[in-house]
């Protein structure tokens, strides 16, 4: 099987533009996690999309949301971007089998830059 | 909510020796642990992981042991190689539906 893709894998904005993130998960997975990784801070859970849904929230402000689609595929959104964002974006997918249903599939992120 | 500790954030050793990554986690109910590592400008990857009902799992080189009274689980590599280098992520989950909370991360260096 195909692993987690992500695009793009390298984007520079400047303040006050908005981003839009895409994930493609493992197939057959039905849910989509995603993160923020920044040096020292680890990963920063921002929600988790599932059939569709948001099913799980992470602390971050109204600027950061997302959707999923029928295809399980998903988007993430900053819009009126802050230096503060620049990060590494990670999305992750989690196994329907049983026995692994909790490992997360991360993809291999966005780097994201702001000016 | 979970809140994970994960001790320390920087680990140097010599090649062959061994390292211990400890971390701390406050939910009781957290019933699945899985270690991921993450190689410099790579996604973190699942090495290995342990349930609630489980004291102690190995793998090759690594080895995972839980304490689920004193709420901390670690991860032990022996014989370390530089190719072990790479930052270390710990989590706790209660499983299902739940989202796993990472602790910050270990950043493992071995030297050759």
């Known amino acids: 099987k195909a692993g987690v893709t992500q695009t793009p894998r390298y984007l520079i904005k400047t303040r006050g533009q908005q981003v839009t993130l895409s994930c493609s998960p493992i197939?057959?997975?039905?849910?989509v996690s995603w993160y923020q990784q920044t040096p020292g801070q680890g990963l920063q859970f921002l929600f988790e999309y599932f059939s569709e849904t948001q099913r799980n929230k992470g602390n971050f402000p109204g600027r950061f949301s997302g959707r999923q689609f029928s295809n399980s595929r998903s988007e993430m959104n900053v819009s009126t971007l802050e230096l503060g964002d620049s990060a590494l974006y990670l999305c992750?997918?989690?196994?329907?089998?049983?026995?692994?249903?909790?490992?997360?599939?991360f993809g291999p992120g966005t780097r994201l830059l702001v000016l | 909510g979970e809140n994970v500790e994960q001790h320390p954030s920087t680990l140097s050793v010599q090649e062959g020796d061994s390292a211990v990554i400890k971390c701390t986690y406050s939910?009781?109910?957290?019933?699945?642990f899985p270690w991921y590592k993450q190689e410099l400008g790579k996604r973190p990857q699942l090495i290995i992981d342990i349930r609630s009902n489980v004291g102690e799992k190995k793998d090759q080189r690594i080895a995972v042991t839980l304490n689920k009274t004193a709420k901390h689980f670690s991860l032990h590599i022996t014989e370390t190689q530089p190719e072990d280098s790479a930052v270390y992520f710990c989590a706790a989950s209660k499983g299902g539906s739940y989202i796993p909370t990472f602790g910050r991360g270990t950043s493992l260096i071995v030297h050759p």
């Open positions: 939910d009781s109910a957290s019933n699945y």
């Open positions: 992750a997918s989690i196994s329907t089998a049983t026995s692994r249903r909790e490992t997360q599939y």
């Open positions: 197939s057959g997975h039905r849910s």
